[in-house]
């Protein structure tokens, strides 16, 4: 007896509803796919993470930023709606990513307003003091030396300019790579620590932001 998992039953029960041909043949539905559902169910859980922590930062619309860690990019739209005078800077450490990112936002790129670099963190290819606000929505988990990043950010900030760093918490549904909040305390402490002020840790469901001014 064949059996079907329930989203592909009720697909044929709307197409038999329908009066539409692929109903008599269940063979040309195709199965569920979990993995491409789980796939896509993990970039939607990682760009509603990064808009959480982004929202974080009071942004100005001639910001100067700098996003460390773009990924594929999902972040950079949004900054460059909330800066429509100002001017975005992604730095990743793939290749693949950097390449992905740029097809996808190519008109920002050529329209001048937004700038895609392959770099790694510990060393940031930018002048000292060129950015108004930093964000590291979702890389600090995979920074090996904190405290060199932290520097750098430093170097690259403006006096007064300030920083989010986002810092995924634990849950049932992400149990591996999450961070406990008295981890999260501990981050907000080594910001404190390496010279920034007025550092903050802020919290939402599954998600921690520490925030601090240069």
């Known amino acids: 007896m064949q059996t079907f998992c329930p989203f592909t039953y009720a697909a044929l029960r709307a197409l038999a509803l329908c009066n539409c041909a692929e109903a008599a043949n269940p063979a040309v539905v195709p199965p569920f796919n979990w993995a491409r559902w789980q796939t896509a169910e993990k970039h939607q859980d990682e ?3 990064r808009q959480s922590i982004a929202a974080q930062l009071n ?9 460390i860690g773009f990924g594929a990019g999902d972040t950079l739209g949004w900054l460059l709606a909330q800066t429509p005078r100002g001017h975005v800077i992604g730095v990743e ?16 790129i050529k329209a001048g307003r937004l700038e895609l670099d392959q770099a790694e963190p510990e060393a940031l290819p930018y002048e000292f003091a060129r950015f108004s606000k930093v964000l590291v929505a979702t890389d600090y988990a995979t920074w090996q030396t904190a405290e060199y990043c932290l520097n750098e950010v430093q170097r690259v900030l403006q006096t007064g300019g300030r920083l989010a760093i986002g810092i995924p918490l634990k849950t049932r549904r992400r149990r591996e790579g999450g961070f406990t909040f008295e981890e999260a305390q501990e981050v907000a402490g080594l910001v404190r620590w390496v010279g920034f002020q007025e550092v903050e840790l802020k919290h939402g ?8 001014t240069r």
């Open 93 to 108: 450490r793939s290749t693949q990513l950097v390449t992905q990112a740029a097809r996808r936002h190519q008109f920002s």
């Open 59 to 67: 942004w100005q619309a001639d910001d100067l930023i700098l996003e």
């Open 205 to 212: 469901e599954g998600w921690a932001c520490v925030t601090a």
């Open 47 to 49: 760009g509603e993470f």
